[in-house]
């Protein structure tokens, strides 16, 4: 489910554009961050739901070339065990990769380095 407030960071963080649509010529829209065109009728936001397979690769791919990357796999280890680890990276639980769950504990993580 699309979740406004975390996808937005999360995007943000990625180097993707919250879209934020104004008419210019009906039925054409246009991003005012980004210049991205649409037709028709289209909703501000991201083009894809981080709740989604989709979502959860675009983020999934980008996330893991960010230089924090590993300080986000010990955050998950650490979230789950109660302790750091050196070998935090190769232990990231299969519940930490379900769709939701990662976009949350994502978030999460990003909200903790602001
Ligand atoms: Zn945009």
């Known amino acids: ?15 993707g ?3 934020e649509y104004e008419c210019t010529t009906f039925p054409h829209l246009k991003c005012k961050k980004c210049n991205r065109l649409e037709i ?5 936001g991201f083009d894809v ?6 979502g959860f690769f675009w983020a ?7 230089e924090w990357w590993p300080d986000f796999l010990l955050y998950l280890f650490e ?8 070998w935090a990276y190769r232990l990231v639980c299969v519940d930490d990769i379900d769709l939701d769950t990662f976009a949350n504990n994502l978030a999460e993580f990003l909200e903790g380095r602001k």
């Open 40 to 44: 028709g009728v289209v909703e501000d």
């Open 1 to 15: 489910m699309l979740n406004e407030k975390r996808d937005k960071l999360i995007i943000e963080a990625l180097g």
């Open 60 to 66: 999934w791919d980008r996330a893991k070339e960010k």
């Open 79 to 86: 979230k789950r065990y109660g302790r750091s680890s050196i």
């Open 49 to 54: 739901d981080l709740s989604t397979p989709d």
């Open 17 to 19: 554009c919250w879209h």
